[in-house]
């Protein structure tokens, strides 16, 4: 199992390694070939490029991307009054800048579908903020020595050389950055927002991304951040990625948020399991753990009536005081509370936790869900008669089993509409109760893995083939895109 994840305040977050985002920018030969530049005072610099990549083992992460730019037959020029012109060469050396990226719309004529907006990831050709220049000169490593009047009498050092080069690759790379024509991920933008259709709590309307900085081009991850059903990315979305992403052993992964779970798919159908409840009747709280991370929790905030028990031929009517649904440590947890007056001096409680774990199977593409250990069920009989009457207790203590059958099965359809949610992308009671009395979702998860692959989709992914699913926090699912060789321009 993969430890625990979060989406840091977005809706839906997909991510990869940079080895394979590096092998699309290879396959597509996005980089330019050379440069040729003039600085204003006269300086200037020409080289012949290997394909860049985004460089791993750095300190950047968030929206500021690291790249490398491999150079060859480097040739420099510097021009002063003071030390008249002076020259340098280099055989080879790899240069690391910082670039930030943006999404923009995709050219009209590529669009094929009503309600959607294609999107772009691309380099972004303006600065994020003023003060914030396009390129930023990081470091370099070299295998070789340059050579010339620049590298032997203009500068002492070689990292000195280094970085008039780099200086002067940055300035044409912020005036050039158009000639990086790579696009680093599609986005189908959800513009017609109909609430109602399959799946719509993971189609995006809104996106963002972020780089995370590995020790490898495995561990270095470049995410698509998303918001859906029409909400819009602010101050609490972060432009981070976990670092727990990708389960074991899966080459992407992808998370939809627990708050979208609770709300979209749990929340719907508790009312038609509960007739005198409300959806309004439970809101969602995140309360920050010691560890800075959210627990989001759907609970409830008014009190409902249940169905009426029957012992012994009187009629009871327990009250649900509590009915909470949180997604933490693995599982889906329901805790629940009833009190169920049995006179005016004798109160029944019945208390219940339910834990619950979801697999998928990847053959079959069949999501499952299995109880962890027996429920946790308390109860209790409060006696305030004055005389302390037996019988009143003893009729308290007969009608708990069924209570205890109402709750037991409110929670078995939490985990129910998890999985009908996941396969169907609606809410629906019937089939929930199906899913619960099989232990499985009455159908293969095919569908919404084709859903998830038309909102987000990496270059030269063919398909999304899903590896496994488990509650660590959000939903998360492990994918395999099945990465072709080819230029992948979808």
Known sequence: MSSNTNTLGWD???????????RAIVANNSS??????????????????????????????????????????IELSSHSSLFGENTGTWADARFYIYLYLEWVPAPEETRNEPGIETHHLVPRLTELRPGIPIATYVTYESHSRPAGTLATDFFSKEDEFAGFAGELLTSWVGENLDKFAHIFAFVDLDIALDKDAAWAWCKPTDTGYAYLAGDSPDTSLLGVLCMTGGRQAGARQAYEIDPNIVPPGSIGGYLISDERFLLDMVRPILPKKFTNAKAQDWSVTNPETPGGQYTYTLT???PFELDKVTHDGAEYRPVMTRFDVSMVGGHVQITTATRTPINDYVTAYCDTVHKYEISLDSSSQIIGWARLDEPIVTHRVEDKTPQGLKLAVEIGGGILAAVLVIATGGAGIVIGAI???IVTGIANIDTAVAALNENTSPDPCTAFASNLHGAIRWPLGSTFHLESAAINGPLQLGFDPHFTSDGGKK
């Open 32 to 73: 330019p070939s050379r440069m040729s530049y003039k600085a204003g005072d006269g300086s200037g610099m020409t080289c012949d490029f290997d394909h860049w990549e985004i460089a791993s083992g750095g300190a950047s992460s968030g929206q500021e991307v690291e790249f490398v730019l491999p150079c060859r037959n």
């Open 300 to 302: 409830l905030k008014k």
């Open 419 to 421: 999985l009908v949610g």
């Open 12 to 22: 839906t977050v997909s991510a990869i390694p940079i080895k394979y985002v590096n």
